[in-house]
């Protein structure tokens, strides 16, 4: 079976740069800092995990659904349902997909609103 290793440095340090981000915010909380400039460090501190977690998938594509593919039989099979059902898992974690889906919170989702209700825009929750 094939393992992350091949990639683990830079696996490791997205994920130590993910972890300063997040003690960054820690810190400006700490300082006081102006609300809307933490807001900003959250917004790129939350993009860090999804770009980190495409990183992974893509690296599982390449390497262990591939190569398990590519033998064939039950591991492939199995492999693939692993990728889908991972992809299916990182779409419904993510928020704003799920608003372009019509899930939660659609109504609030300016993207999904009809002519009529944009003269009066609704508030967000």
């Given at each position: 079976m094939v393992s992350c290793s091949h990639h683990e440095e830079d696996v490791l340090k997205r994920l130590r740069r993910i972890g300063g981000q997040v003690r960054g915010l820690r810190r400006m909380v700490e300082e006081d800092t102006y609300c809307i400039d933490v807001l900003t460090q959250v917004s790129a501190?939350?993009?860090a995990p999804r770009s980190f977690a495409l990183q992974m998938l893509d690296g599982h594509m390449d390497t262990c659904v591939?190569?398990?593919v590519a033998e064939g039989g039950e591991d492939g099979d199995?492999?693939?349902k692993e990728?889908?059902?991972a992809i299916a898992r990182l779409v419904r974690s993510w928020p704003l997909l799920d608003h372009a889906r019509g899930g939660r919170g659609a109504a609030e989702n300016p993207c999904t609103v009809g002519?009529?209700?944009?003269a009066a825009?609704?508030?967000?929750?």
């Amino acid at each position: 079976m094939v393992s992350c290793s091949h990639h683990e440095e830079d696996v490791l340090k997205r994920l130590r740069r993910i972890g300063g981000q997040v003690r960054g915010l820690r810190r400006m909380v700490e300082e006081d800092t102006y609300c809307i400039d933490v807001l900003t460090q959250v917004s790129a501190t939350t993009r860090a995990p999804r770009s980190f977690a495409l990183q992974m998938l893509d690296g599982h594509m390449d390497t262990c659904v591939r190569t398990a593919v590519a033998e064939g039989g039950e591991d492939g099979d199995l492999k693939l349902k692993e990728a889908r059902d991972a992809i299916a898992r990182l779409v419904r974690s993510w928020p704003l997909l799920d608003h372009a889906r019509g899930g939660r919170g659609a109504a609030e989702n300016p993207c999904t609103v009809g002519p009529a209700d944009r003269a009066a825009p609704r508030p967000w929750r």
